[in-house]
């Protein structure tokens, strides 16, 4: 898995590719996200995840740690662009009520700050 996160953003936009799954990766990328939420205090961490090929029980973890990490410093969390296969997953395990997903950027943002 690779993972960027967008420099002095807010929302914090974090991009995605590859395998969200137990590996070398997983760790840096939940402490530098978590980092992130701590330090800058944004509104919102949008995880852009259209390029994520699979997610297993150790990716889902991370997802939810996240979710509570960015619920403590009063930010909201979602997922952009989930694929198919991603979203049954959600949805099979019950956490697609949890990590709110949409389509695009631009509709998560219009969701984050309705007219």
């Known amino acids: 898995m690779e993972f960027t996160i967008e420099p002095s953003s807010d929302p914090i936009l974090v991009h995605l590719t ?9 760790g840096p990328f939940g402490r ?8 800058r205090r944004p509104t919102a961490v949008l995880l852009d995840v ?3 090929e699979e997610v297993d029980s150790s990716g889902l973890g991370e997802l939810v740690i ?5 619920g403590q410093h009063q930010c909201w969390l979602c997922l952009i662009g989930p694929s198919p296969r991603v979203l049954r997953l959600l ?4 956490l697609s009520g949890l990590l709110p997903h949409f389509d695009s ?5 219009r969701h ?4």
């Open 105 to 109: 950027r631009a509709e998560a943002l």
């Open 18 to 26: 590859g395998r969200l799954t137990l590996g070398p990766q997983l």
């Open 66 to 70: 996240l979710y509570t990490t960015a």
């Open 112 to 115: 984050l700050r309705p007219q």
């Open 50 to 52: 259209g390029r994520v």
């Open 32 to 39: 530098q996200v978590a980092a992130a939420i701590a330090s």
């Open 91 to 94: 949805e099979t395990t019950k």
